[in-house]
C-alpha cells in the first residue's frame, strides 16, 4: 500500500514534465499564432524540394 | 497563356506573369480570387537603406542574419499565406518567411549581405502585397514588449498546480484522520503546500498587485475582496495544516486562482486585425525626404528642425509644421474634416497632417515633429481622455464591489466578536470562514463571461470593441455625437448633381466624350453618368492640372461641334473674380455658352437613415433615450440634408476645429452626460478619446484606431440602434449573474457564521458557483443576442468570407485612402487603352476661397 508514495511522486513528476514543455511552448511563440497553423495545415506538399539557403 | 487569361490591370498580369515564372501557379488554385488588384508602382523604399533608418525597422540584425517583419494589409487568404512562405523559393537572400494572419504580417529571415531590406520590400511590391510602414513601425517592438509574462503562462501553472492539489485533497474529503495515516500524511500535505507556493506568488501576483494599486488610489475595485480571501486562505491553510487541527483549504485557493484567471483568458481581447494599441505616430510616414543642396536624403520626420525643408510628393502626408515653396493643394480632411481640398500659394502655412495633392512640393519646416498640430492634438486628447475615462467608476463589478467590501468586512467582525466567547482560536476560525466564503469568485466571472461572450457576438454584428469595459460604458450612453463626413457620408460615393439650364442629348454627349478622355474621377463619374446616350467623339482634348479638360467633341452623323469646357469656374470661363475662383462645383462652357454647373453631393451611408431614426425612436419611460448631435469639420453646406435626418433640437455645428469637437464633448460631460462619439480620421481623434465610449466608423479595418474605444464597420451603421439595445440588455444580464452568485454567497455565509465550513463545503461551493455564474451568463449573452437578431459569429470573425473581400483594394475615387499614408494616390478603373499605363490622377476639383489656414 506504502507504493501509493512512489506512485504519486511518479506522476506529479510526469506531470511536471507536461508543465515543463508547455511553458517552453509559450515562450517559443507557439501560442502567439493560432490562426494561421489553421491555414498552414491545408497546403499540400510541395512537389518540388524546397531549395535551402 | 497569357492571351485567354483577363486581368483588371497591368499590376496583377505583371504579378500573373511573375507568379507563373516561378512554377507557384498553385496560388490560384487555392483560392477563387486571391491575391488583391496590385497598385502602382512608385512606393519608394529606398529610404530602408539608409543604415541607420533600415535598421530601426528590423527586428534583429547580427552579422549575415536579419529578421524584418512587415505589416501586409493585403494579406486576406489561404493563397496569401501560401505564397509569402514560399518566399525563400524565388528571393535569393531570403531563408525563413512566416505569416502571421491575424495580424497581417510577415516576418523574414534573410541574409542582409546577399539582399538589401529595400529589395525585400519591392519583391513584395511587385507580387501585389506592398507592405505599410508608417513612423510607429520605427520604433521598434513598443507593443510587443511585454514586461510580465502572458496569461497563458499563468493559466498553465495554475491549472497544473490546482489539479493535483486538488487530487491530494480528497481523502481529507472522505475520511480526515492524521493519526492513521502513517507517513503518507506527512507526504501529501508537504506536496500540497508544495504546489500552492507557485499559485500563490506566480499564477495569482495579478491579484496582489492590482489590489494594492485599488488600495492606493481607494478605489474599491473586486480585486480587494480576492485578495483578502487569498489571504485567509492561505493564511488558514498553513496554519491547520502545521498545526495539525484541518487539512486545510489549498484546493479552494488553487481552484479559486485558476477559475479567475480562466475568466480574465475568457474576456481578453487578443486581436490581430485591429490596431488599438498604436498611438498617432502611426499617421506620421517613416521618412521623409530633406532637401540638402542639390540632394534629398530620407530622414525620420522627428528629426527635421525649423529651417528644414522638406520634399512631400503627392499623396503623402506633411508631416510637420511649415511653410510652402510653392503653390500646392492640400487636404485637409484628415486633420479638419473639410471635405474639399484647399489650394494654397508660396508662402502659406502648413500643418503636419495635410496631404498633398497633384504635385510635389517643398516646404520649410516651422516647428517640428513634436510640437506641430497634429502631435499636439493628440497629446492633449490623449491625456485628458484617459484620466476622465477612469475617473468615471462605471463598471459592474466594481460599483457591486463597493457595497460588497464594507458588507463582507463588516459581517467578519460582527461574526467575529458573536464567537468570541467561545474562544480566540474558534472567532479567528470563523473570521477566517467568513472571508473565505466570501471571497467573491463567482461575482468576478459574472462580467468576463457573459460580456466577453457578447463582445463575440459584436464581432460578428460588425462592432469590434476594444474590451469589455467599453461594453458596459456603451449601455449608459445618453447622448450620441456624430462627425459627418467620413461617418454618417459615403466618402467617394457621391451623387452628381447638375443645376443650370436644360441641356440637350447632344450637349451632354458632347460634354461626356470629353471627360470620358480624362483621368480625373470627377470626369470619369460624369462620363459614366453621361455617356451612354448619343455617340459622341472628342478631339483636341487637353488637360490642364488643377483647373480642367477641354475639347471639341460632337455626335456622330451630326454636323454641329460643341467647344467644351468642363472644370473651375475661372477655367470654363466664368469670370476672374474672386467671386468665380469661390465658385463651389464642376462648371460647363459649351461654344462659350455656360449653362451650368456640376456638384457633387456626398451620398450618405446606407445605414445612416436607418441609424439615426432606430436611435431616435429609441425610448426611456416616455422620453427619447438618446440626445443626438451632429459635430462637422466640414463647411455648413449640407445643413437642410443632415437637419432633416436628426431630430428637431438636435443642435448641429459645423466648421467645428478637432479642438473644438474635443471640447464640446467635454461640455457634455460636465454636464453630466455619458457620451458616445462616432468619427473617423485623426480629426475626431481628441472627441473619439475623450468621449466615453469613442467609436470610429470606418469601411476597411486595416487603419489604425488609436483614440477609439471600438471600430464600426461602415456597413453596420444601420444596426447601430440593434447594437445599442444589445448593449444594454447585456448589463441587465451581468447583474442576473451577479445576483446568481449572491444566492451562493449567502448560502457559504450561512455554513460560515455557524461554524460549519469544512474544507469540503468550500471545496464544493467553489466550483459550483463559479460555473452556475459562467453558464447563466454565456447563456444570458446567447439568449439576448438571439433577441436582438445578432447572428452567431461564426469563428473568429476576421476569417468570415466577408471580410476577405478585398474591396478595401477597390479605388477609392474622389478620395485618397487616409489609413495608409505611405501609399499614393490610388490606381482606378484600370488603364485607357489596354496595356497602357495608369495615368496619374489629377484634382479638378476647382479652386476654394482662399482661406487664412
Not at chain 2, 128 to 153: F, H, M, T, V, W
Not at chain 2, 360 to 373: C, F, I, M, N, W
Not at chain 2, 597 to 612: D, F, N, V, Y
Not at chain 2, 638 to 646: C, V, Y
Request: with cysteine.
Amino acid at each position: 500500500m506504502s507504493v501509493i508514495v512512489l506512485l504519486i511522486l511518479a506522476s506529479l513528476a510526469v506531470a511536471a514534465g507536461f508543465l515543463g514543455l508547455f511553458l517552453w511552448a509559450v515562450k517559443d511563440g507557439q501560442y502567439d499564432d493560432d490562426t494561421t497553423p489553421a491555414i498552414r495545415i491545408l497546403f499540400d506538399d510541395d512537389k518540388r524540394r524546397k531549395r535551402r539557403h | 497563356m497569357l492571351e485567354d487569361k483577363a486581368f483588371c490591370c497591368s499590376g496583377c498580369r505583371t504579378a500573373y506573369q511573375l507568379i507563373h515564372e516561378l512554377g507557384l501557379e498553385d496560388y490560384y488554385a487555392l483560392n477563387e480570387r486571391p491575391g488583391a488588384p496590385v497598385r502602382q508602382a512608385g512606393n519608394d523604399f529606398s529610404w530602408m537603406d539608409d543604415p541607420v533608418l533600415g535598421n530601426r525597422l528590423l527586428r534583429f540584425r547580427s552579422g549575415s542574419r536579419a529578421v524584418v517583419q512587415f505589416r501586409l494589409p493585403a494579406i486576406h487568404c489561404s493563397s496569401c499565406v501560401w505564397l509569402l512562405e514560399r518566399m525563400p523559393q524565388f528571393v535569393d537572400g531570403v531563408h525563413e518567411a512566416r505569416v502571421h494572419f491575424g495580424r497581417r504580417e510577415l516576418e523574414l529571415h534573410y541574409n542582409p549581405e546577399r539582399i538589401a531590406l529595400s529589395a525585400l520590400a519591392v519583391q513584395l511590391q511587385r507580387i501585389g502585397y506592398a507592405p505599410d510602414i508608417n513612423r510607429a513601425d520605427l520604433d521598434g517592438d513598443q507593443e510587443r514588449n511585454k514586461s510580465s509574462d502572458p496569461l497563458i503562462k499563468r493559466l498553465g501553472v495554475a491549472g497544473f498546480c490546482a489539479g493535483n492539489i486538488m487530487l491530494l485533497s480528497f481523502p481529507d474529503y472522505l475520511d480526515w484522520d492524521p493519526a492513521s495515516a502513517g507517513p503518507m500524511w506527512d507526504l501529501v500535505i508537504w506536496l500540497k503546500i508544495l504546489l500552492s507556493l507557485p499559485i500563490l506568488f506566480y499564477s495569482g501576483t495579478i491579484y496582489w498587485k492590482s489590489a494594492w494599486l485599488a488600495l492606493r488610489r481607494g478605489v474599491p475595485s473586486v480585486d480587494i475582496p480576492i485578495a483578502l480571501g487569498m489571504i485567509a486562505l492561505s493564511v488558514r491553510s498553513f496554519y491547520d495544516i502545521l498545526a495539525g487541527t484541518g487539512p486545510g483549504y489549498l484546493d479552494s485557493l488553487a481552484g479559486l486562482i485558476f477559475f479567475l484567471l480562466v475568466g480574465r483568458w475568457f474576456q481578453d481581447r487578443i486581436y490581430g486585425f485591429l490596431s488599438f494599441q498604436r498611438d498617432y505616430k502611426s499617421f506620421f510616414p517613416a521618412s521623409v525626404l530633406k532637401v540638402e543642396g542639390q540632394t534629398r536624403r530620407p530622414v525620420v520626420p522627428d528629426e527635421l528642425l525649423p529651417g528644414d525643408v522638406m520634399f512631400i510628393r503627392p499623396g503623402e502626408i506633411i508631416p510637420a509644421d511649415g511653410e510652402l515653396l510653392s503653390p500646392a493643394r492640400l487636404d485637409y480632411h484628415f486633420i479638419t474634416g473639410e471635405s474639399e481640398p484647399e489650394l494654397l500659394a508660396a508662402g502659406a502655412p502648413v500643418y503636419g497632417g495635410a496631404r498633398v495633392l497633384e504635385s510635389p512640393v517643398e516646404v520649410r519646416v516651422v516647428k517640428g515633429l513634436a510640437t506641430s498640430y497634429l502631435t499636439s492634438l493628440w497629446d492633449r486628447d490623449a491625456l485628458r481622455g484617459q484620466s476622465h475615462r477612469q475617473a468615471r467608476m462605471t463598471r459592474i463589478t466594481d460599483r457591486f464591489s463597493r457595497a460588497f467590501t464594507p458588507f463582507v468586512i463588516t459581517l467578519a467582525m460582527v461574526a467575529t466578536a458573536f464567537w468570541w466567547p467561545a474562544g480566540p482560536a474558534r472567532a479567528l476560525e470563523i473570521l477566517t470562514a467568513v472571508l473565505i466564503v466570501a471571497c467573491p469568485c463567482g461575482l468576478a466571472l459574472a462580467a468576463p463571461f457573459a460580456l466577453g461572450h457578447a463582445l463575440r457576438f459584436l464581432d460578428g454584428a460588425g462592432l469590434h470593441l476594444r474590451d469589455t469595459g467599453a461594453l458596459e460604458r456603451l449601455a449608459l450612453l445618453d447622448t450620441l455625437v456624430f462627425d459627418k463626413t467620413g461617418t454618417l457620408t459615403a466618402p467617394g460615393q457621391g451623387l452628381l448633381r447638375y443645376e443650370g439650364r436644360e441641356l440637350s442629348p447632344e450637349e451632354r454627349a458632347a460634354v461626356a466624350a470629353v471627360a470620358a478622355c480624362s483621368a480625373h474621377p470627377l470626369s470619369v463619374r460624369i462620363a459614366g453618368e453621361w455617356g451612354g446616350g448619343l455617340p459622341a467623339t472628342a478631339s483636341e482634348v487637353r488637360e490642364e492640372a488643377g483647373a480642367g479638360v477641354s475639347g471639341i467633341a460632337g455626335v456622330r452623323g451630326n454636323a454641329s461641334q460643341y467647344r467644351v469646357r468642363i472644370g473651375s469656374a475661372v477655367y470654363a470661363g466664368y469670370g476672374e473674380d474672386r467671386e468665380a475662383s469661390a465658385a463651389r462645383g464642376v462648371f460647363l462652357s459649351l461654344n462659350g455658352d455656360l449653362p451650368g454647373r456640376l456638384i457633387l453631393e456626398p451620398a450618405l451611408r446606407s445605414g445612416t437613415r436607418q441609424a439615426l431614426e432606430g436611435i431616435v425612436a429609441a425610448r426611456k419611460g416616455s422620453e427619447s433615450r438618446y440626445r443626438l448631435e451632429l459635430l462637422s469639420g466640414d463647411k455648413a453646406l449640407e445643413q437642410e440634408r443632415m437637419r432633416e435626418l436628426f431630430p428637431e433640437g438636435a443642435a448641429l455645428r459645423f466648421g467645428v476645429s478637432p479642438f473644438g469637437k474635443l471640447e464640446r464633448v467635454e461640455t457634455l460631460q460636465a454636464e453630466g452626460h455619458h457620451v458616445g462619439m462616432f468619427g473617423d480620421g485623426l480629426n475626431d481623434a481628441g472627441a473619439l478619446a475623450a468621449a466615453d465610449v469613442g467609436l470610429a466608423v470606418a469601411d476597411d479595418l486595416s487603419g489604425y484606431f488609436p483614440a477609439a474605444d471600438g471600430v464600426l464597420h461602415a456597413r453596420s451603421l444601420g444596426r447601430l440602434p440593434l447594437l445599442l439595445r444589445y448593449a444594454r440588455a447585456m448589463r441587465g444580464a451581468v447583474w442576473t449573474a451577479i445576483g446568481v452568485s449572491m444566492a451562493y454567497n449567502v448560502v457559504g455565509l450561512t455554513f460560515a457564521v455557524s461554524g460549519l465550513l469544512t474544507p469540503l463545503v468550500a471545496a464544493i461551493l467553489m466550483p459550483v458557483s463559479s460555473l452556475t455564474v459562467a453558464v447563466v451568463g454565456l447563456s444570458l449573452a446567447w439568449l439576448r443576442a438571439r433577441q436582438a437578431g445578432l447572428t452567431v459569429a461564426q469563428g473568429p470573425s476576421s476569417l468570415s468570407p466577408d471580410f476577405f473581400r478585398p474591396d478595401f483594394f477597390r479605388p477609392d475615387v474622389s478620395r485618397p485612402d487616409f489609413s495608409r499614408p505611405d501609399f499614393s494616390e490610388p490606381d482606378f478603373a484600370g488603364p485607357k487603352t489596354p496595356g497602357s499605363e495608369p495615368q496619374p490622377m489629377t484634382i479638378l476639383t476647382p479652386a476654394i476661397d482662399q482661406r487664412p489656414v
